[in-house]
C-alpha cells in the first residue's frame, strides 16, 4: 500500500510480460499498481518491436501521461499519426479527445516509456475500431459490443 513515499529503480522492478494477442507483446515494470490505495497508477512498459500495449482506445475517467524514455513509436490519435521519442511527453484527457495507440514501428528497438495513470474506481473504455466498451474497475472487468444495447427494463 503507497501510504508511505516509495522509491525504486525501474531496471529493480520486475518485468511481467504479456502476450496475449500477436501484435501487442509487451513487458510491464510495476511501480503503484491498481488495487493500491492510491489515486494512481504507474508502471513502465517495455514494448517489443513491432508491437502495442493495447488497440486504439479512450478512456471516460481515467487520464494517461506518457513519457517516452528510449526508442520510438508510432502515436496515433484523433488528429493523426506521428512519430514519438525519448522526452515525449504525451497527455491524454479521459474523453473522445483522449483516444490513442503507441506502436513501436522499430524492427529491433524496444520502445520504453513511463506510463502514470489516473485511478477511478470504475472506468470506462472505448475502443473504436472494433465497437467495444469496457468496464474496468474492482469486480467489474468485461468487453461488451456497442452495438448490443438494450432496453433498461428488459429481463426485469
Known amino acids: ?20 494477442h500477436p501484435g ?25 518491436p513491432g508491437n502495442a500495449m493495447c488497440p ?10 506518457f513519457y517516452i524514455i528510449s526508442g520510438t513509436g508510432l502515436l496515433r490519435t484523433p488528429e493523426g499519426e506521428e512519430v514519438v521519442g525519448p522526452g515525449d511527453l504525451i497527455y ?8 490513442h495507440k503507441l506502436l513501436n514501428t522499430s524492427d529491433t528497438e524496444v520502445l520504453r516509456y513511463l ?7 470504475v472506468d470506462l473504455c472505448f475502443y473504436p475500431d472494433s465497437g ?5 474497475g474492482s469486480k ?14 428488459d429481463g426485469e
Open 115 to 121: 506510463d502514470v495513470d489516473t485511478n477511478h474506481a
Open 1 to 20: 500500500m503507497p501510504d508511505k513515499i516509495r522509491k525504486a529503480n525501474v531496471n529493480d522492478l520486475t518485468p511481467v510480460r504479456k502476450e496475449e
Open 56 to 65: 486504439y482506445h479512450y478512456h471516460l475517467q481515467n487520464e494517461e501521461l
Open 92 to 99: 491524454f484527457p479521459a474523453n473522445a479527445n483522449g483516444a
Open 24 to 48: 501487442y507483446t509487451h513487458d510491464r515494470r510495476h511501480f503503484v499498481k491498481h488495487g493500491e490505495r492510491a489515486q494512481m497508477v504507474a508502471c513502465v512498459y517495455e514494448l517489443q
Open 132 to 136: 467495444k466498451l469496457g468496464v474496468w
Open 140 to 153: 467489474h472487468n468485461a468487453i461488451f459490443l456497442q452495438d448490443d444495447t438494450h432496453d433498461y427494463w
